[in-house]
């Protein structure tokens, strides 16, 4: 009876080799090793999309420290507790992923992952090719136009913006008149302008 068992764990160990070999030889695994060869099969780890989950609000909230609270299954999707710890203080969310990674909800409105990393990653590029350049945005907080403005910029448009408000003899300095206002150099272009004219005007591209 034992080697019965035996023998049937044996075979089963012989058929998952043969499995492994054949998806080696076909090029389906990567040469870097049995962990990514079986993620390639069974898909990310709970552990490894939790992370990659953090990571990304991270990118999407600029000077915000996030750590993993709690993963768990609900619904036939992972369940992420996510604490954000900011300058504002301490705040907690929820965010649904798919069990392959692929898509995410942290309201009704299901996302794909990837996508969502590739426009804030070339927003962010955008903006630190922007500021290479020189370009300041010259506005007031909570006034109507400079927030479009910097909308139209995506969220790493604050490191941009220059407070008329609080920097008062800076913008007098760079003859800023109206807010917003695009301060180049010497050069000052008043009003709300388009990704496509920061294109023209400095040569950085979105995307």
Do not use: H
């Not at 990674?101 to 942290?106: R, S, V, Y």
């Not at 309201?107 to 290479?132: A, D, E, H, K």
């Amino acid at each position: 009876m034992v080697f019965g068992k035996r023998l049937i764990v044996l075979i089963a160990v012989l058929v998952v080799a043969i499995i492994l070999a054949a998806l080696f030889l076909t090029g389906m695994i990567p040469t870097t090793g049995a962990a990514v060869a079986l993620t390639n099969i069974f898909g990310p780890s709970k552990e490894t999309i939790a992370a990659n989950v953090k990571n990304l609000y991270e990118l999407a909230n600029p000077g915000v420290t996030t750590s993993v609270v709690t993963t768990t299954e609900q619904d036939g999707m992972y369940k992420i507790v996510l604490k954000l710890d900011s300058q504002s203080g301490t705040s907690y969310n929820e965010v649904f992923v798919t069990k392959d990674g692929e898509m995410m909800a942290d309201s009704s409105n299901m996302v794909p992952v990837q996508q969502y990393v590739s426009s804030i990653t070339n927003y962010r590029n955008f903006v630190s090719c922007l500021y290479g350049k020189g370009v300041r945005i010259a506005g007031l907080t909570n006034q109507t136009a400079t927030d479009t403005q910097l909308n139209l910029l995506g969220r790493y448009s604050p490191a941009l913006f220059v407070d008329c408000g609080t920097n008062l003899n800076a913008c007098i300095s760079a003859n800023v008149t109206q807010v917003p206002s695009v301060v180049i150099g010497q050069y000052v272009i008043p009003g709300v302008q388009s990704v496509d004219w920061f294109t023209q005007v400095t040569g950085c591209k979105l995307g």
